[in-house]
């Protein structure tokens, strides 16, 4: 039996593909002339004529090389749009749509110092709404087989969002255009921080640590094989 693997690596240096070359690529190659050699020889071919025909079935190597490639690459960006972006975004359309509900509703938020720079702002009924909604985006990650930090970052996404929000508007606001925030305080800005990044985010997170940690325990409780 040919050592496909040390073939395909011949074939890639003929082709002009160095010693950089991905064992992975490789390894998939290898696999593919394997599956046309025991396809020829199941046919009834013999042993010489499969290991004669077989490389003949590959083409232009460097094509191939570079189609599994892109394949695995746009398998890769697929998998992290399924695993991280689409539970990202449920969350963060689910976050602000409630909020957009009870701004039309008419409800009011509680405020700390009302009229006042450093006073607080918050929507308690949103408040109270987040966490479900971080458990949502947690639960929408683990059933696409992720886990780790993605959990917590797809359950807090609509609080990492708007921190990426406020970071664009501080040096617009002092140096390009002051007319986007004429009043802007340093306190304000920090009481805004808390209002819309942190006390959200902790909210959120909550829901999806709990979310995590029921996820845990299902595993543990199903049956081991």
Known sequence: MRDWRSYVRERLAEAGEGGGMDEGVVRGLAEHLEDLYTGLRASGMTQQEALRRTPSHVGNWLELQQGI???????????RVAKFWIPSLVTLVAAWGVLTILICAGVQPWMTHPAEPRGLIMYVPWLVVLPPVGAA?????????????????????????????FVLIL???????????????????????????????????????????????????????
């Open 69 to 79: 490639t892109a394949a695995r690459q746009e398998g890769a960006m697929n998998e």
């Open 137 to 165: 985006g947690a639960y929408l990650v683990r059933r696409a087989n992720a886990s780790g930090w993605r959990v917590y970052a797809a359950g807090a996404f609509p609080a990492v969002a708007t921190a990426l929000l």
């Open 171 to 225: 040096p617009w606001a002092l140096v390009v255009d002051r007319h986007v925030a004429p009043d802007f305080q340093l306190l304000g800005f920090a009481t805004w921080i808390v209002s819309w990044v942190l006390l959200p985010g902790v909210a959120l997170v909550i829901g999806a640590a709990l979310e995590g940690l029921r996820g845990s325990h299902q595993k543990e409780r199903l049956p081991r094989v």
